[in-house]
């Protein structure tokens, strides 16, 4: 494994580039220190491992460490107190077509960006959601892996920008509730908390792993299944999480039959599933 300096160029020959062969992930930091953590690294090496790259993890936190120190340090202005890292493993430079090379060593890259400002406005408003037209593929190999693969989720991303909306429910090609374009989806009903499995697609976001852990950890009960988008009918609150935005409360999802279902953004299950996170972030 390689830590590449972020003013590098990107290789011509960077698998990432030519085949997508890499994973990422995205992480907040907060006072110069990285939310999730240990999530984020769990998730990194799990990832890489499904792809065939072998990361090093305790090398990994330790570069994360140092670049976080050096953005810190890196001018004479006060950091942002909230900024986005995002942490990027490519399978490498080697190898000929698809297959890589025995000695193509795993490049690691970094990139600061800046907090989504409008996530807290967002946070006391609500989301507006349409419902995709674009499925997500089902390939259980590849199935909760953050890789770089991505076309889906930009086809999504045009639907969601020509809809003026903040986001879209995303479905598989069998019909069933995966996600949102860039987080996870929960829903509560009835007293209970459910969240779609991601066996067949998907991503296992940060803050979902996180949400899964602490409400069974605190004997709540949590439904991980197969839905369809007629359950989110019979929902008093939905939710999308990821690790900017945390614990997002949807206000309005447009139906693919044009009808609005509306949820209290203020509701207490989502004031609750917000406090157990902020709880795990301490």
Request: proline share 5%.
């Amino acid at each position: 494994m390689r830590i590449i300096p972020s003013a590098t160029p990107i290789s011509p020959s960077d698998r990432a580039f030519n085949y997508g062969d890499g994973v990422f992930s995205t992480l907040l930091v907060h006072n110069q220190k990285p939310q999730l953590y240990s999530y984020h690294l769990s998730r990194l090496e799990h990832d890489a491992a499904a792809i065939k790259i072998t990361v090093d993890t305790c090398a990994l936190e330790t570069a994360i460490n140092e670049q976080i120190a050096a953005f810190s340090n890196s001018s004479n202005d006060i950091p942002p107190s909230k900024y986005v890292l995002k942490v990027h493993v490519s399978g490498g430079q080697a190898g000929r077509g698809y297959a890589r090379s025995e000695d193509s060593v795993p490049l690691v890259r970094f990139s600061q960006h800046p907090y989504p400002a409008h996530y807290e406005g967002m946070a006391k408003q609500g989301m507006s959601l349409i419902c995709a037209q674009t499925r997500l593929a089902i390939q259980p190999l590849l199935a909760g892996v953050k890789h770089m693969n991505r076309l889906e989720q930009v086809l999504i991303k045009h639907e969601v920008d020509e809809a003026h909306a903040d986001d879209a429910l995303v479905c598989d090609t069998n019909d069933n509730l995966i996600e949102a374009s860039a987080g996870n989806v929960f829903f509560y009903s009835q007293g209970e908390w459910y969240t779609p499995s991601l066996k067949g697609s998907g991503v296992n976001g940060v803050v979902r792993q996180c949400l899964i852990d602490s409400l069974l950890n605190n004997n709540h009960t949590l439904h991980v299944g197969e839905y369809q988008l007629s359950h989110i009918g019979n929902a008093s609150a939905v939710v999308i999480t990821n690790a900017l935005m945390g614990v997002m409360p949807v206000k309005i999802v447009r139906m693919p039959d044009h009808s609005k279902l509306e949820f209290d953004v203020a509701s207490e299950s989502v004031l609750e599933l917000s406090n157990m996170l902020a709880r795990a972030l301490r």
